[in-house]
């Protein structure tokens, strides 16, 4: 069978691949199908034709899978933010499992390892504690809004299209993050709408208002708004603040970062905090953490908890280790783990997280816990000591491979691993496995109607391992 980029064909859904699409194949060569799930029959469009493999995008679902449901979202399959709210949540559990024992096998090489199964969510919406919107003078239509004259086609505060730059959808509701927030960005859109400032060109790049990034406290309540502008202008931006402040008491921060530089990326040049204090404080376990505008902690409060909760359980501490936390960013993971062990030593690159890691150690009266700033690739060997564990938790490239030579050459006795990739990871374990045992992975489910699977890896040295 020849089948030709444009060709619209039938289609039988076998399973679904890492990335959310539906995977089938055609006379042998894999076919991946945006929009589909296993035991789907479709009509689809071919966009995409290569030598090893075919994307395709769905047109009509003529037999809908049994776990197929309606999606409670109305921005569902134009908004990239979440893409698999069609999938019934059980079954997005499973294959997220089955993602981890696919990809350790098949990218890891390694046979029978013990994949647990999926630690669900505590919460299946309203679980993210950060959401950055933005704004544009050109709005992308939805179906039905297409033709519509009283569509207001020149503004939009919202989320990207998959796989553009350019292309807003605004959202009156986002139903990841917590009711408030969607009451807030009601507001806000209102306010900016009405305002004598435009709102920014993505192509243009003229205009004032450019983002709008709402972060709240699973623990406390507490919201931040940070509204990030191309200029300053004092009058329109306090008068905002002040109709946020007038109307949510929730709102203990409001900071606005300035930055005239095009790239699309919601960080201020500087940043002026126009009400309260500013950060908001968050909790997970026992500890505080103080969390400003442009600085980083785990999207999934409560996700973040469990995450941690199964890697010490995983770390079995006898209360006298010293311990390594590689890519430890702003230390969350081993303050957690710090009334635990003899002390850890986190590696980070970045100097404004160690700076933010020092103050949380300071916040929380931890005393073991210090850091190194540095490239681990570079300075992981002369660190001085030599970890009874190691917890790894790298950016979802993964580790180098130099990196990994060097955690071989450590010889921890135990090595955490905490993934954001299942393959990366599986391919991190493969260059690990000649000297560490695979005993089991735990996948966490942090990002619910996502493709994306948190996973900790317990691995141990092998008794013959040098």
Known sequence: MT??????IELNIDTTAFGGKGFTKIDGMAVFVEGAIP????????TKKKKSHMEARVIDILKPSPFR????????GYCGGCKWQFLKYDQQLEYKKQHVIDALGHIGLVKDVIVHDTIQSDQAFGYRNKMEFSCSDKRWLLPEELGDEYVDKGFALGLHVPGTFDKIIDINACLLQPNLGNSILADVREYMKKSTEPVYGLRSHAGFWRYVVLRSSAAYGEWMVNVVTASENKEEINTFADMLVEKYPQVVSIVNNITSRKAGIAVGEYEILLHGRSFIKDKIGDYNFEISANSFFQTNTRGAEQLYAKALEYCDFTGDETVFDLYSGTGAIAIYLSKHVKEIIGIEIVESAIADAKRNCQNNNVANCSFVLGDIQKCLLDVGKVPDVLIIDPPRSGMHKDVVRQVVELGAKKVIYVSCN??????DISLMKEVYDIKEVQPID???HTYHIEAVCRLEKKSNGY
Do not use: L, N, W
């Not at 449901?69 to 569902?76: A, F, L, M, T, V």
């Not at 299942?422 to 391919?427: E, L, N």
């Open 446 to 448: 942090m990002f619910p």
């Open 39 to 46: 035991h789907d029959i479709v009509m689809a469009k071919i």
């Open 69 to 76: 449901q309606d999606p409670p979202c109305e921005y569902s």
């Open 422 to 427: 299942p393959s990366t990871m599986a391919r």
């Open 3 to 8: 089948v030709k980029k444009g060709e619209i």
